[in-house]
């Protein structure tokens, strides 16, 4: 298949401002969807991405270089990062030091995408919830936001015949306005919730939102990973994306990423953009 060049990407893209005018100019990659060009050619794959026709990017790492070095190739294609991914551990070994990468890469947000404990629990819950509000304390001061990124582990009920989940705890116990969220609908979808009522349920902590979708009749079962054949082309799967957009804009989500896992990404990040410029909501 041949790539599409920078101009038909670009139209595509604007043509999604017909759906949502506020959409198009808040819908970037998160850069985790060309890994396989970046872990052997950052140029490589930060030329893919411009060519795509995106201009605001996610980052998940600089893959070897400095900062520095990497924003100047982010300049150089005139690409914007908006959020930067960090590990738990990396802030809780240096919080500093993230928030100055952070401010190197140019970035608006720090988020945190993954959690070490291997169960989250409402102990777990109640303890990372006290980090990510100093966490959103500190980067807020460093004129920076924060983030939190589930995987779909942490919608298990609390044990106790509780209704509530360890997800439903954490929220409850961040402060507003200092620890918000990226809803990552596939994940979400993953673990047997649906993503419109959880952006309903907690309208305006939903501040950013990784478009992805799952394969129609693939296993719901929360765990932290799924096969590759699962993650799909962004409207040929079981997500209402109408549905979903509508619900996203209702809760207040700033910036919509699309992150790519399947086999094909190069191939299948087109078809997920011509899906999305089709969309009437």
């Known amino acids: 298949m041949h790539r599409p060049t920078k101009l038909l990407l670009l139209a ?18 998160q850069l985790w969807s060309l890994r396989d060009e970046f872990k052997t050619n950052v140029v490589k794959g930060l030329d893919e991405t411009q060519a795509l026709g995106f201009t605001l990017v996610e980052t998940a790492g600089t893959y070897g270089l400095k900062p520095a070095e990497f924003r100047a190739q982010l300049d150089a294609r005139h690409l914007k990062a908006v959020g930067a991914h960090f590990g738990y551990d990396l802030l809780e070994k240096d919080l500093p030091g993230v928030a100055a990468e952070a401010r190197v890469l140019g970035a608006e947000y720090v988020v945190v995408p993954w959690l070490p404990q291997p169960e989250f629990d409402a102990a777990t819950a109640r303890a990372v919830a006290a980090v990510f509000n ?26 106790g015949g509780h209704s509530e989940t360890a997800f439903d705890l954490l929220v409850a116990l961040t402060e507003p306005g200092v620890v918000s969220f990226e809803m990552d609908v596939f994940w979400v979808a993953h673990a047997g919730v649906d993503p419109v009522a959880l952006l309903a349920k907690y309208p305006d902590r939903w501040t950013l939102l990784h478009v992805k979708d799952l394969r129609t009749g693939a296993a719901i079962t929360g765990t932290r990973g799924a096969p590759p054949e699962d993650h ?36 299948n990040i087109p078809v997920s953009v011509r899906y999305l410029k089709s969309l009437k909501f």
């Open 12 to 29: 595509l893209l604007t043509g999604f401002a017909g759906c949502t005018p506020k959409l198009t100019d808040r819908l970037g990659l």
């Open 134 to 159: 100093r966490w959103g304390h500190a980067l807020q001061a460093a004129g920076l936001k924060f983030a939190f990124h589930p995987h779909g582990y942490e919608f298990h009920p609390v044990p």
């Open 232 to 267: 799909v082309a962004v409207g040929t799967g079981q997500l209402d994306w109408p549905g979903l957009l509508r619900a996203a804009k209702a809760a207040g989500v700033k910036y919509y990423f699309i992150e790519d896992e399947t086999v094909a990404p190069l191939q």
